[in-house]
T-cell receptor, first 111, second 114 residues
Framework: QQQVKQSPQSLIVQKGGISIINCAYENTAFDYFPWYQQFPGKGPALLIAIRPDVSEKKEGRFTISFNKSAKQFSLHIMDSQPGDSATYFCAAVGGSYIPTFGRGTSLIVHP | KAGVTQTPRYLIKTRGQQVTLSCSPISGHRSVSWYQQTPGQGLQFLFEYFSETQRNKGNFPGRFSGRQFSNSRSEMNVSTLELGDSALYLC???FGTGVTGELFFGEGSRLTVL
């Protein structure tokens, strides 16, 4: 049973464009929603995270939008750059501290 | 501050063999988690150790096991290897207590089973 559904599986964006990745979760006990970024040959690294008491969090070009009633959250990458090309994983965490990850989105930003 | 270190980085085994992977967490981190990453399934949680005790376990067969030592270093073992065990095995560390927070991943051990 996939508790966190992530889409799209792959995404191609032109430099300067907006990249949008969506995730949906089922378990209302989740209370922490991080996004991880993974470059080839590296482990995932935390990019940005949000808790359900806010609807949006912005860090530089990266923004998380959170819709608690719909149980959905999304990552927006503004002014996408070739260096943003990576795999992005959304996750949801509850009381066990163990993230449930989405299956990942491979982002390619063309120069 | 040193990051999470995993060894070996690459290894090739044949079906039926066993393998042991090692993980050294960030200093001060007491929780170590293991994940299997494959192209089709993403990041699948194997198990988590906290203060030498397995605290959480994912849905993997008993061939997959792990342990944690008093210095928080961890090992995972896969016995009777199958072709489907070919994957990138990632270790992650965290403080493991208090407010839910960030996982710090190593670069992984890439296992190929022939």
């Amino acid at each position: 049973q996939q508790q966190v559904k992530q889409s799209p599986q792959s995404l191609i964006v032109q430099k300067g464009g907006i990249s949008i990745i969506n995730c949906a979760y089922e378990n209302t006990a989740f209370d922490y929603f991080p996004w991880y970024q993974q470059f080839p040959g590296k482990g995932p690294a935390l990019l940005i995270a949000i808790r359900p008491d806010v609807s949006e969090k912005k860090e530089g070009r990266f923004t998380i939008s959170f819709n608690k009633s719909a149980k959905q959250f999304s990552l927006h990458i503004m002014d996408s750059q070739p260096g943003d090309s990576a795999t992005y994983f959304c996750a949801a965490v509850g009381g066990s501290y163990i993230p449930t990850f989405g299956r990942g989105t491979s982002l390619i930003v063309h120069p | 501050k040193a990051g999470v270190t995993q060894t070996p980085r690459y290894l090739i085994k044949t079906r039926g063999q066993q393998v042991t992977l090692s993980c050294s967490p960030i200093s001060g981190h007491r929780s170590v988690s293991w994940y299997q990453q494959t192209p089709g399934q993403g990041l699948q949680f194997l198990f988590e150790y906290f203060s030498e005790t397995q605290r959480n376990k994912g849905n993997f067969p008993g061939r997959f096991s792990g342990r944690q030592f008093s210095n928080s270093r961890s090992e995972m073992n896969v016995s009777t290897l199958e072709l489907g065990d070919s994957a990138l095995y990632l270790c992650a560390s965290s403080f493991g207590t208090g407010v839910t927070g960030e996982l710090f991943f190593g670069e992984g051990s890439r296992l190929t089973v022939l």
